[in-house]
């Protein structure tokens, strides 16, 4: 992917060589449904367009640069990859080791972040409950055998 600077792209497809596959298919299905809804030609949708292209950009740019960060074993990273850490500065991207659970319902992962330099952090995260959030007693013992589970696994993995 080339590393020029996007200052004179005045439309997404200016920027297509820096996009992957995927990211084209999605800018080209906004596009129709600009065209569906009548305002394909509105200023604000033409620079959002620019405006996720640009993001997009940049982040292929910033995932070909630490490519060589090598995942920790066992570990996947979703289709973010890297991106700023607001609390320490630099970049990180996210880490999965394990998720039990179902779609839309509560899952218990183990997951954590990954620095450049190639630390990382791993952890048990409970999804999907709102804090304070009722539970009958059969999907608190459920959550509870997940746990249960997650820190048996999280144990053997710090091995």
């Known amino acids: 992917m080339p590393t020029t600077h996007d200052d004179n792209a005045t439309t997404w497809r200016d920027l297509a060589d820096q996009l992957t596959p995927e990211q084209i298919s999605g800018?080209?299905?906004?596009?129709?449904?600009?065209?569906?809804?009548?305002?394909?030609?509105?200023?604000?949708?033409?620079?959002?367009?620019?405006?996720?292209?640009?993001?997009?950009?940049?982040?292929?740019?910033?995932?070909?640069?630490?490519?060589?960060?090598?995942?920790?074993?066992?570990?996947?990273?979703?289709?973010?990859?890297?991106?700023?850490?607001?609390?320490?500065?630099?970049?990180?991207?996210?880490?999965?080791?394990?998720?039990?659970?179902e779609p839309r319902a509560v899952s218990v992962d183990i997951d954590g972040w990954q620095w450049l330099d190639g630390s990382f952090t791993r952890h048990i995260s409970l999804w999907g409950t709102d804090e304070?959030?009722?539970?009958?007693?059969?999907?608190a013992r459920r959550i509870a055998a997940m746990l249960l589970d997650a820190a048996d696994e999280l144990e053997r993995l710090q091995k």
């Open 27 to 101: 800018l080209e299905g906004c596009e129709r449904r600009f065209n569906t809804d009548g305002v394909a030609d509105d200023p604000r949708a033409q620079a959002s367009l620019l405006g996720f292209a640009r993001q997009y950009a940049e982040h292929n740019l910033i995932d070909a640069a630490y490519a060589d960060v090598p995942l920790p074993p066992g570990a996947s990273t979703d289709s973010e990859g890297w991106g700023k850490d607001l609390k320490l500065g630099g970049y990180r991207r996210s880490l999965l080791w394990r998720s039990d659970g």
């Open 132 to 139: 304070g959030g009722a539970l009958t007693s059969a999907q």
